[in-house]
């Protein structure tokens, strides 16, 4: 599992997001009609998809061909359901999700859920199980009621929610083909707030962590674990309802903060998104940056285990023991809630979970060198890793994690029978 230098010269498909590798492909193609994507699909010895570049491993890399969706042709087109209250919309893959945000609501519509960065694409934060925070929010791949696929045959495929293989199919690490559409559960547009708490005591947050947790519909813990015994910041999107009062008040212990603040406490939080407590769409209070703004370019590296949600206050408070190991390293760590799925490669699979997510400097061989450490720690909980950010786990601890492995090996030789689509890493983990 060792990336590239940055100073290694890139080849025909770049660097990736973090500048952390340089792609391994030997051709790189943008197609712009489905017909020459299946052509290129159907040609190539070796092939994988290439996303919007926020993975932080080769997980999207192959020696063969790299190809991007983004400039495939598609609109955002939404069917209402019968009552008015839902609908699907169907999106092209390479779409990010900042975009497709904008196009729903100017029809009306809404997403249940975002990751803290808008600028990623919808394929890729499915493919890789990527997710937002909420005790009733699942991972964005949970919205996922369709997927168009062209197979490493070239040929067309569509599976939808009941079809034999869906739950397999959705996180799926680009492993069964080259998704061209989605089609994503929408309901009607709604207005959110958003609030920040500073210095919540460690001790009352995990005296009651469900209370904490649940608190808003979207609550994320930001902290560098060894900080005086305090959470630094408590962030917090409450949804808004009829009738009331607005947003919530400081949770017990901490202080409202005074003014704007990034997750990086004491940086300039210009791009953040708005926390002063005001109504607001719900595309510009779910993420916790702007889109028009790409925030720490290059400057980090990211790990994200996921713990079940019965062992999170055990795991939190062996993290806080563990935290003096890596003082120095960690930019800082988020704690979110994600609810249960049954996908599954989800980090969420079979029940609620918690994501324990590390922001590092971007010093890679310092950051496996520590990750070990964390991974021994976490180990106890049954934690799962993060499809798309750096982890050290053996591959057949991996695969001891997630109790429908053996099916999704088998979906996978099932459309992928000539194993056009396994890049080095997958075929590391043994996918």
Not at 81 to 95: H, L, T
Not at 328 to 344: A, K, M, P, T
Request: hydrophobic share 45%; charged share 20%; proline share 6%.
């Amino acid at each position: 599992m060792t990336t590239t230098s940055t100073t290694a010269r890139p080849g025909p498909a770049g660097l990736n997001w973090a500048r952390n590798l340089a792609y391994g492909a030997s051709r790189f193609a943008e197609p712009t009609s489905v017909a020459e994507l299946q052509q290129l699909v159907a040609e190539a010895p070796q092939v994988r998809a290439l996303g919007s570049r926020h993975s932080f491993t080769r997980i999207a890399d192959t020696s063969g061909l790299l190809v991007s969706v983004a400039q495939l042709p598609g609109s955002v087109t939404v069917t209402p359901a019968a009552d008015g209250r839902s609908g699907v919309v169907s999106v092209p893959a390479g779409m990010r999700y900042a975009e497709l945000a904008r196009a729903l609501d100017a029809q009306g519509w809404a997403l249940g859920a975002m990751a803290s960065l808008p600028h990623i694409s919808v394929a890729g934060a499915i493919a890789t199980g990527t997710h937002g925070s909420g005790d009733a929010t699942g991972s964005l791949a949970t919205a996922v009621v369709g997927l168009e696929l062209v197979r490493s045959d070239g040929s067309i495929a569509m599976i939808r929610h009941g079809d034999d293989g869906f739950d397999g199919a959705v996180v799926a690490l680009g492993a069964l083909g080259i998704v061209t559409r989605v089609e994503l559960a929408v309901e009607p547009s709604y207005a959110m707030t958003q609030v920040v708490d500073l210095d919540l005591p460690w001790d009352a947050a995990l005296a009651d962590l469900d209370a904490v947790m649940g608190s808003a519909t979207s609550v994320s813990l930001f902290t560098n674990w060894s900080r005086s015994g305090v959470i630094d910041q408590v962030w917090r999107k409450s949804r808004v309802t009829p009738g009331a009062s607005g947003a919530p008040a400081p949770l017990d212990g901490a202080v409202r903060a005074g003014s704007a603040e990034h997750p990086l406490r004491g940086q300039p939080a210009r791009n953040c998104t708005d926390q002063g407590g005001t109504p607001g769409p719900w595309f510009e209070r779910l993420p916790h940056f702007r889109a028009e703004f790409t925030p720490s370019n290059g400057d980090e590296l990211q790990s994200e285990y996921f713990v079940p949600r019965s062992h999170a206050v055990a795991a939190l408070a062996a993290m806080r023991a563990h935290g003096p190991a890596f003082e120095g390293l960690l930019q800082v760590s988020e704690v979110r809630s994600i609810r249960g799925d049954d996908l599954w490669l989800s980090g969420a699979y079979g029940g609620d979970v918690i994501g324990i997510h590390f922001t590092w400097m971007p010093d890679e061989r310092a950051v496996r060198a520590t990750l070990p450490g964390i991974e021994s720690v976490l180990a106890p909980f049954g934690a799962r890793p993060h499809w798309g950010k750096v982890f050290t786990m053996d591959p057949a601890a991996v695969a001891a994690r997630y109790p429908r492995w053996e099916s999704f090996r088998a979906l996978r030789a099932e459309w992928d029978a000539r194993g056009a689509l396994l890049g080095p890493l997958l075929e590391h983990w043994g996918v």
